[in-house]
Each structure stands twice: as structure tokens, then as C-alpha cells.
Nanobody, 114 residues
Framework: QVQLVESGGGLVQPGGSLRLSCAAS????????MGWYRQAPGKERDLVAF???????TYSDSVKGRFTISRDNAKNTVYLQMNSLKPEDTAVYYC????????WGQGTQVTVSS
């Protein structure tokens, strides 16, 4: 069993910042990649950012230049620093870890509103 525990969501005003964290625990040998997806009401779950064990990073076009993903392999933890937040960033953010198969966190709500 693998567990992903997310933290750091909340309510923030437009232009503000939040930092999400996701820690993986359980029967882990090697985590090949970790990342963040988000799902807004009525929409599909989409990739936000992903980082491989080797450090290769992918961002969605909508967050490039505003969000930064990082990873601590020793702690099996991935972070998402979100700056210059916009109302359209409002969504439930899900942590993803690719081990032998995909694992997902429970989701954390991010709301950007004045």
C-alpha cells in the first residue's frame, strides 16, 4: 500500500501565493515520477506539473512562469509553489506518484478569490 498525503491548499486572493506539499509513504521502492493535477468543477482532471526522479519537469502552458515544482527524493515528497494565482487556478489539486502503477492523493482545494 502507498499513501499520498497532501497539504497546503486554501483560500487566497488573486495575485497571492500558496505552496502545496505531498508526502508519499508505505510500500515504496522507487518513485519514478511525482506531480500535480487539478480538476475544476465540471471539467476533466488536467496535468499541472510533473517531475521525474531524474529531475525532468513538465508544466502545463497555463502555469508556466508562475508555478514551480520541486522534489525531495530522500523524503519522497513533492512540492508545488504557486505564485501570481488567478481565479482560473481554482480547483481541487491532486498529487500523483508513479511507482509500479499510478497513485493519487485525496485532493486539496485551492480557491483564488477576492
Amino acid at each position: 500500500q502507498v499513501q499520498l498525503v497532501e497539504s497546503g491548499g486554501g483560500l487566497v486572493q488573486p495575485g497571492g501565493s500558496l505552496r502545496l506539499s505531498c508526502a508519499a509513504s508505505g510500500s515504496i521502492f522507487i518513485i519514478n515520477g511525482m506531480g500535480w493535477y487539478r480538476q475544476a468543477p465540471g471539467k476533466e482532471r488536467d496535468l499541472v506539473a510533473f517531475i521525474t526522479r531524474g529531475g525532468r519537469i513538465t508544466y502545463s502552458d497555463s502555469v508556466k512562469g508562475r508555478f514551480t515544482i520541486s522534489r525531495d527524493n530522500a523524503k519522497n515528497t513533492v512540492y508545488l509553489q504557486m505564485n501570481s494565482l488567478k481565479p482560473e487556478d481554482t480547483a481541487v489539486y491532486y498529487c500523483n506518484a508513479v511507482i509500479v502503477s499510478d497513485y493519487w492523493g485525496q485532493g486539496t482545494q485551492v480557491t483564488v478569490s477576492s
